[in-house]
């Protein structure tokens, strides 16, 4: 079989390996959208960036048990979303629940305290990479974006340079996780 990885709510996104789907063509909402999209396939991999906070926080439990579903055993979905405990006060104000611009349509603000039960009461098993603790520490796993790339990550965020260079602070980061399915 050949190797699936699918991009969830796209946007501009695209990268190499990796098909990029919109919402019209895989919504987390609709499960009906992933059985026609997947028939009796199974993904190999999903990468899902700033998604998960538009949804309802119902309807996020009810989205991972769905993308658990249609991948294969082994398989990972990985999901980044912004950081609740994330410590700077400009960065919270970009994210919060219905914020600015793009943030005015966010739902719901997740810590890794809130997320990873959403995605292990979907059977799935977690591994954070990158989180800020309630103390306002960073923590980042040994990840690397070429296994699924998550551009608002401290590997790839064009402002998160400085900090790449050790001569300055985190910028912005997002809460990430692999959830695999045993
Ligand atoms: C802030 S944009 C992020 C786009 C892209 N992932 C990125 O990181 O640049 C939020 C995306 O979530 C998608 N989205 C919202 N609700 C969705 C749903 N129920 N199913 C799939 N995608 C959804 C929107 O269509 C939009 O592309």
């Not at 990468?47 to 769905?66: F, N, S």
């Not at 064009?158 to 900090?163: F, P």
């Amino acid at each position: 079989m050949p190797v699936l990885k699918v991009i969830l709510g796209a946007g501009e996104q695209r990268w190499p390996g990796w098909t990029a789907t919109q919402q019209a063509d895989l919504d987390l909402l609709d499960p009906q959208s992933f059985a026609r999209f997947f028939g009796t396939r199974r993904a190999d991999a999903f990468l899902c960036e700033h998604v998960w906070e538009h949804l309802e926080p119902a309807d996020g439990q009810a989205a991972a048990q769905l993308v658990a579903r249609y991948l294969r055993p082994g398989g990972f979905l990985r999901v980044a979303v912004p950081d609740g405990h994330h410590p700077d006060p400009d960065y919270q104000a970009l994210v919060a629940v219905g914020g600015p611009g793009p943030a005015a349509d966010h739902r719901v603000l997740y810590t890794l305290e809130t997320l990873a039960p959403l995605l292990t009461n979907a059977g799935l098993t977690v591994w954070p990479l990158e989180w800020w603790d309630r103390t306002g520490t960073f923590h980042r796993a040994d990840w690397s974006p070429h296994d699924g790339p998550v551009y608002r990550s401290s590997h790839l965020d064009h402002r998160n340079e400085a900090w790449r260079q050790g001569r300055g602070p985190l910028g912005f980061t997002s809460l990430l996780l692999d959830a695999v399915k045993p």
